[in-house]
């Protein structure tokens, strides 16, 4: 059973950084395509970055291309989301969330989710 775990969320102001981390454990982790998620309060939960097993393949949504990196450690088993540039609409609960297959985190459904950090960005 693969478990999640996101920390670093924080209340930051307009153009601040934050690096959000998700720990992983369970068989084969880094065998998973890890990705980060977001929801907002009232809207529907999107995908921000996704990276492949091996680190090599990215994706990252719209607005999280200029401002937001993704990253992992498999000997740590944890997957990163740098983030700068904060801005006011980044408001949101982050989730890590983890699936062999990587159609499914793709697709906004894998099987593993974490608990979520919220993160608060203040003009």
């Known amino acids: 059973q693969v478990q999640l775990g996101e920390s670093g969320g924080d209340s930051v102001q307009a153009g601040g950084s934050l690096r959000l981390t998700c720990a992983g454990s369970?068989?084969?982790?880094?065998?998973?395509?890890m990705g980060w998620f977001r929801q907002a309060p009232g809207k529907e939960r999107e995908r921000v970055a996704t990276i492949t097993p091996d680190g090599s393949g990215l994706y990252y949504a719209d607005f999280a291309r200029d401002r937001f990196s993704i990253s992992r450690d498999n000997r740590k088993n944890t997957v990163d989301l740098q983030m700068n540039n904060l801005k006011p609409e980044d408001t949101a609960m982050y989730f890590c969330?983890?699936?062999?297959?990587?159609?499914?985190?793709?697709?906004?459904?894998?099987?593993?989710w974490g608990q979520g950090t919220q993160v608060t960005v203040s003009s």
């Open positions: 369970g068989p084969d982790i880094d065998h998973h395509y």
């Open positions: 969330a983890a699936d062999r297959d990587g159609w499914s985190v793709s697709m906004g459904r894998p099987t593993y």
